[in-house]
């Protein structure tokens, strides 16, 4: 693009100093002045026509081919309502499935937690039994371990900690009684991430000390809106949350939810009001009672492998003023997602056998695509041969035609990204009802990426074959419309497409029958006590 | 140029232009005019292209990938544009030839047909 508005701006002076060099050659032959320059003029030709010659040399790059395959590549598909509409929609329903786990993988894996700010630079501190082995070799922080490294480390701006079990209060409304959750975290929690209340403040280091801890709770906005009707006087009123009067002293911006997935507690109060809410005298200095899930934000200058090792320090000097403990355990530090570190890899191996299944879903669908357009490539021989007539290489036709396929696919794209949106929130509407899970399934721009790859990808995929088949013309032959018949090599790759599909597909049922069962199967499995609570 | 002339000059084809001047470039970099020079010439006279029609030419190799152009000094220190022949602009010298030489001799064929 440059090149070319370059070279056509210099056009001028080039064509000038070619002018006035013949003229000088002229003078060298004995040429009058006047004579030289009239003689070089008229040799070079009509200057304006030569200009204008030269610009439409550039006219048709690229970008105006594109527009032309694009124009082209619509009118086809108009033409062909039908084959379009069956191959858009085969299309869609593999892209959609496969757009609505990647908004789950999303929501519990590459999202970080909302309104949190530098979200990177948070890490989690896990307490790993190293004579265990698996998730359950790492256990939460017990309250002294969490007061010990928040007071003793060098790698931290700070440490905030939060109760990893949802609490169930019983909220005293106008003499009924309801159960809400809440969580319980420490008086950094809201400063140290980096999130403002909404109405009134957050809670403080100073409301969340073991020594008085104060009944104060954040609102969650959610449940501000619903049971309060958004009153905006809400700061300063007090609910009665398992008989103990808390103050609301604010409330938590509208997206932010807690750091850990799945859980919106409706209110937060301080750590310290633990012993009040659970009955559970002495929690705060236990030494056995591991509850507190730990985070850290690492100052600049720190590195996630010198908190780990400050970390591993920190326990051997717990240990070393403890004896009495025999605990013989060590600190681990993880990265801080909206999944806890110990179980992520459980979740990521999941979701990646699941995405791996769909992916082969949506291969089938390719499969089935690219044997269809493959069909309809032996009518087309016609055209291709006459592009090719009037001058098409062979790139042209394949740039076409690909041109055309990924039309398709960005069509079926969209319609699978619609499918998506409609059926993440259907599927959390199967969860049974006892598992308090709430999950937000956003389709931000890594869904919106993740689709247009896909639906490029899969253009590429199943418009390839047909593009290199039908651009393959021999012009002779197609324009004197010879009858080919149908070539055993075409219908091998079909016949391999085919089997290919077949062999996936009855895989991939018998998969899912095995899966129907195991779940039917383990939801009828005897525990050997009462479940009922 | 007399009207006579005009009727005698040899149309040259779009595709025989470009080969005449990738065969111009290939002994080095040339500027436009050498080049029109160059073609006079070397055809002893027969080919009076008309000079400005090479442009079109040029800009079109260069959209081809054939040929590139860099600014340069001519001869007599003046400030000329100097067109050089790619290494795909010299793999296609070789093809353009060859399809030269088969059109030549078909038409050659025709004219003369062998007895």
Same mark, same amino acid.
């Not at chain 1, 693009?1 to 370059?6: D, K, L, S």
């Not at chain 1, 056509?8 to 006035?20: F, K, N, Q, V, Y």
């Not at chain 1, 006219?59 to 124009?71: A, I, M, N």
């Not at chain 1, 018998?510 to 499995?525: F, K």
């Given at each position: 693009?440059?090149?070319? $508005?370059?070279l056509?701006?210099?056009?001028?002076?080039?064509?000038?100093?070619?002018?006035?060099r013949?003229?000088?050659?002229?003078?060298?032959?004995?040429? &009058?002045?006047?004579?030289?320059?009239?003689?070089?003029?008229? =040799?070079?030709?009509?200057?304006?026509?030569?200009?204008?010659?030269? $610009?439409?040399?550039w006219?048709?790059?690229?970008?105006?081919?594109?527009? *032309?395959?694009?124009?082209y590549?619509?009118?086809?598909?108009?033409?062909? &309502?039908?084959?379009?509409?069956?191959?858009?929609?085969?299309?869609?329903?593999?892209?959609?499935?496969?757009?609505?786990?990647?908004?789950?993988?999303?929501?519990?894996?590459?999202?970080?937690?909302?309104?949190?700010?530098?979200?990177?630079?948070?890490?989690?501190?896990?307490?790993?039994?190293?004579?265990?082995?698996?998730?359950?070799?790492?256990?939460?922080?017990?309250?002294?371990?969490?007061?010990?490294?928040?007071?003793?480390n *060098?790698?931290?701006?700070?440490?905030?900690?939060?109760?990893?079990? &949802?609490? !169930?209060?019983?909220?005293?409304?106008?003499?009924?009684?309801? /159960?809400?959750?809440?969580?319980?975290?420490?008086?950094?929690?809201?400063?140290?991430?980096?999130?403002?209340?909404f109405?009134?403040?957050? /809670?403080?280091?100073?409301?969340?000390?073991?020594?008085?801890?104060?009944?104060?709770?954040?609102?969650?906005?959610?449940?501000?809106?619903?049971?309060?009707?958004?009153?905006?006087?809400?700061?300063?009123?007090t609910?009665?949350?398992?008989?103990v009067?808390?103050?609301?002293?604010?409330?938590?911006?509208?997206?932010?939810?807690?750091?850990?997935?799945?859980? +919106?507690?409706?209110?937060w109060?301080?750590i310290?009001?633990?012993?009040?809410?659970?009955?559970?005298?002495?929690?705060?200095?236990?030494?056995?009672?591991?509850?507190?899930?730990?985070?850290?934000?690492?100052?600049?200058?720190?590195?996630?492998?010198?908190?780990?090792?400050?970390?591993?320090?920190?326990?051997?000097?717990?240990?070393?003023?403890?004896?009495?403990? =025999?605990?013989?355990?060590?600190?681990?530090?993880?990265?801080?997602?909206? %999944?806890?570190?110990?179980?992520?890899?459980?979740?990521?191996?999941?979701?990646?056998?699941?995405?791996?299944?769909?992916? !082969?879903?949506?291969?089938?669908?390719?499969?089935?695509?690219?044997?269809?357009?493959?069909?309809?490539?032996?009518?087309?021989?016609?055209?291709?041969?006459?592009?090719?007539?009037?001058?098409?290489?062979?790139?042209r036709?394949?740039?076409?035609?690909?041109?055309?396929?990924?039309?398709?696919?960005?069509?079926?794209?969209?319609?699978?990204?619609?499918?998506?949106y409609?059926?993440?929130?259907?599927?959390?509407?199967?969860?049974p009802?006892?598992?308090?899970?709430?999950?937000?399934?956003?389709?931000?721009?890594?869904?919106?990426?993740?689709?247009?790859?896909?639906?490029?990808?899969?253009?590429?995929?199943?418009?390839l074959?047909?593009?290199?088949?039908?651009?393959?013309?021999?012009?002779?032959?197609?324009?004197?419309?010879e009858?080919?018949?149908?070539?055993?090599? =075409?219908? $091998?790759?079909?016949?391999?497409?085919?089997? @290919?599909?077949?062999?996936?597909?009855?895989?991939?049922?018998?998969?899912?029958?095995?899966?129907?069962?195991?779940?039917?199967?383990?939801?009828? %499995?005897?525990?050997?006590?009462?479940?009922e609570? | 140029?007399?009207?006579?002339?005009?009727?005698?000059? %040899?149309?040259?084809?779009?595709?025989?232009?470009?080969?005449?001047?990738?065969?111009t470039?290939?002994?080095?970099?040339?500027?436009?005019?050498?080049?029109?020079?160059?073609?006079?010439?070397?055809?002893?006279?027969?080919?009076?292209v008309?000079? @400005?029609?090479?442009? &079109?030419?040029?800009?079109?190799?260069? #959209?081809r990938?054939?040929?590139?152009?860099? +600014?340069?000094?001519?001869?007599?220190?003046?400030?000329?544009?100097?067109? #050089?022949?790619?290494?795909?602009?010299?793999? *296609?010298?070789?093809?353009?030839?060859? =399809?030269?030489?088969?059109?030549?001799?078909?038409?050659?064929r025709?004219? $003369?047909?062998?007895?």
């Open positions: 693009m440059g090149r070319r $508005r370059r056509l701006e210099e056009l001028d002076a080039d064509i000038r100093e070619h002018i006035d013949e003229t000088q050659d002229n003078l060298e032959r004995g040429m &009058p002045p006047a004579e030289a320059r009239y003689a070089a003029v008229r =040799k070079f030709g009509n200057v304006m026509r030569i200009k204008e010659d030269t $610009r439409e040399v006219r048709f790059t690229w970008v105006d081919e594109l527009r *032309q395959d694009l124009r590549g619509l009118r086809m598909l108009c033409k062909n &309502p039908g084959s379009t509409a069956a191959v858009v929609i085969a299309l869609a329903l593999g892209i959609g499935l496969n757009t609505t786990m990647f908004t789950f993988v999303n929501a519990l894996l590459l999202r970080p937690p909302a309104c949190v700010e530098a979200p990177g630079r948070l890490a989690e501190v896990w307490i790993h039994n190293p004579r265990s082995s698996g998730a359950k070799s790492y256990v939460p922080l017990t309250y002294p371990d969490y007061a010990y490294y928040r007071d003793h *060098q790698s931290f701006e700070g440490v905030l900690a939060y109760d990893g079990d &949802p609490h !169930l209060v019983t909220w005293n409304r106008l003499g009924q009684g309801k /159960i809400v959750l809440g969580q319980l975290v420490s008086g950094n929690f809201f400063s140290l991430l980096g999130v403002n209340a109405l009134g403040r957050t /809670i403080s280091p100073e409301q969340d000390l073991a020594t008085n801890p104060e009944p104060v709770v954040v609102l969650a906005h959610a449940f501000w809106q619903q049971s309060f009707s958004s009153d905006p006087a809400i700061v300063g009123k609910l009665m949350l398992n008989g009067n808390y103050r609301v002293i604010g409330v938590a911006p509208a997206a932010f939810t807690g750091l850990l997935v799945g859980f +919106e507690p409706t209110f109060a301080p310290t009001m633990v012993e009040q809410i659970t009955r559970d005298k002495g929690r705060l200095s236990n030494w056995h009672g591991h509850w507190l899930i730990a985070i850290g934000r690492l100052k600049a200058e720190a590195s996630l492998s010198g908190a780990r090792a400050e970390m591993s320090v920190l326990e051997h000097q717990v240990e070393l003023a403890h004896p009495e403990l =025999k605990r013989n355990l060590e600190a681990a530090v993880f990265p801080a997602t909206l %999944i806890p570190g110990p179980y992520r890899i459980y979740v990521s191996a999941f979701t990646a056998l699941l995405m791996a299944v769909f992916g !082969l879903v949506l291969l089938i669908a390719c499969a089935n695509v690219a044997s269809f357009l493959l069909a309809r490539a032996t009518g087309r021989t016609w055209e291709m041969a006459v592009r090719s007539a009037l001058g098409a290489g062979r790139g036709l394949i740039r076409q035609m690909l041109v055309e396929s990924t039309l398709l696919s960005v069509l079926a794209g969209l319609a699978g990204l619609i499918l998506g409609w059926t993440a929130p259907l599927l959390m509407a199967l969860q009802a006892s598992l308090p899970i709430t999950l937000r399934l956003p389709v931000d721009w890594r869904v919106l990426v993740f689709t247009i790859i896909v639906s490029l990808a899969c253009g590429l995929a199943f418009g074959t047909p593009a290199l088949r039908s651009s393959r013309v021999k012009v002779a032959s197609n324009l004197k419309d009858m080919q018949p149908a070539g055993y090599r =075409k219908s $091998r790759l079909r016949g391999l497409l085919m089997t @290919g599909e077949i062999a996936t597909c009855t895989v991939l049922l018998v998969g899912a029958t095995l899966c129907v069962r195991s779940l039917r199967n383990a939801s009828s %499995i005897d525990p050997g006590f009462r479940t609570h | 140029m007399s009207t006579k002339e005009e009727r005698e000059r %040899i149309e040259l084809l779009q595709g025989t232009l470009d080969l005449l001047i990738l065969r470039l290939l002994l080095g970099p040339v500027h436009g005019h050498a080049i029109a020079k160059a073609i006079e010439f070397n055809s002893d006279e027969v080919l009076q008309e000079q @400005g029609s090479l442009y &079109p030419a040029l800009h079109r190799l260069i #959209k990938g054939w040929i590139s152009a860099e +600014e340069g000094t001519s001869e007599n220190n003046r400030r000329a544009k100097f067109y #050089k022949l790619t290494a795909k602009g010299r793999r *296609q010298l070789k093809v353009e030839i060859s =399809k030269w030489d088969k059109l030549a001799g078909a038409i050659a025709i004219l $003369r047909p062998a007895d």
